[in-house]
């Protein structure tokens, strides 16, 4: 079963903000949202995680709703290299082991900056 | 680059043989991850090794295996290759067990079956 709903495509002019949405409302109290993005057949990259509060760092801002079943990934200033397929994956860590606890990823959002 | 190190970049072999995928770490992890990417499928995670043991395993096929060593480098078995088995072969790694801090994925393996 999918945890989580995530636009097909996105379009973002240059240089505006790219406002990326996950639905997961099903997501349980201790499972994280995670953001990686993956530009054209090279290795996924790590952008933020969150559980509870919203989270910044130098690439990107994390907001998560209240209740917890959505998120929004905001690239402040998209430029041309931000053009990816972006994943939100909701997980749990666990210290006993299993594939529950890992990174499943799902089909992600292809985020299309445009000059 | 990521710090992670995957040999080789492309691979292309016939149907029936068998090939070894290396990756080593990013220095200080002693979690590694695989996971495959084929057009259909998507990313796949296959397996997790965490200080030389196996921790979890995932969609890996039986004829797929996967160890890591004391150095913490890790190898990708893949044996009776099939045409199905052409994809994109990741390896990251992580800190700790968990990868709370995130995955450091490399730059991949294309495997080509013909």
């Known amino acids: 079963d999918a945890k989580t709903t995530q636009p097909t495509s996105m379009d973002c002019a240059e240089g505006r903000a790219a406002n990326l949405p996950c639905n997961h409302s099903t997501i349980s109290g201790n499972e994280y949202v995670y953001w990686y993005r993956q530009i054209h057949s090279q290795g996924p990259q790590y952008i933020i995680h969150?559980?509870?509060n919203n989270e910044t760092n130098e690439m990107a801002s994390l907001i998560i709703t209240e209740d917890r079943k959505s998120s929004t990934l905001i690239l402040p200033h998209a430029t041309l290299r931000d053009t990816a397929v972006y994943y939100c994956?909701?997980?749990?860590?666990?210290?006993?082991?299993?594939?529950?606890?890992?990174?499943?990823f799902g089909k992600g959002t292809k985020l299309s900056v445009k000059p | 680059d990521s710090g992670v190190t995957q040999t080789p970049k492309h691979l292309i072999t016939a149907t029936g043989q068998r090939v070894t995928l290396r990756c080593s770490p990013r220095s200080g992890d002693l979690s590694v991850y695989w996971y495959q990417q084929s057009l259909d499928q998507g990313l796949q995670f296959l397996i997790q090794?965490?200080?030389?043991?196996?921790?979890a395993k995932g969609n890996i096929l039986e004829r797929f295996s996967a160890q890591q060593f004391p150095d913490l480098h890790s190898e990708l078995n893949l044996s009776s290759l099939e045409l199905g088995d052409s994809a994109l072969y990741f390896c990251?790694?992580?800190?700790?067990?968990?990868?709370?801090?995130?995955?450091?994925f490399g730059s991949g393996t294309r495997l080509t079956v013909v």
């Open positions: 994956i909701v997980r749990v860590l666990v210290d006993y082991g299993g594939s529950q606890g890992n990174l499943i």
């Open positions: 990251a790694s992580s800190v700790g067990p968990t990868g709370e801090e995130g995955y450091t």
């Open positions: 969150g559980l509870k």
């Open positions: 090794y965490y200080n030389g043991e196996e921790r």
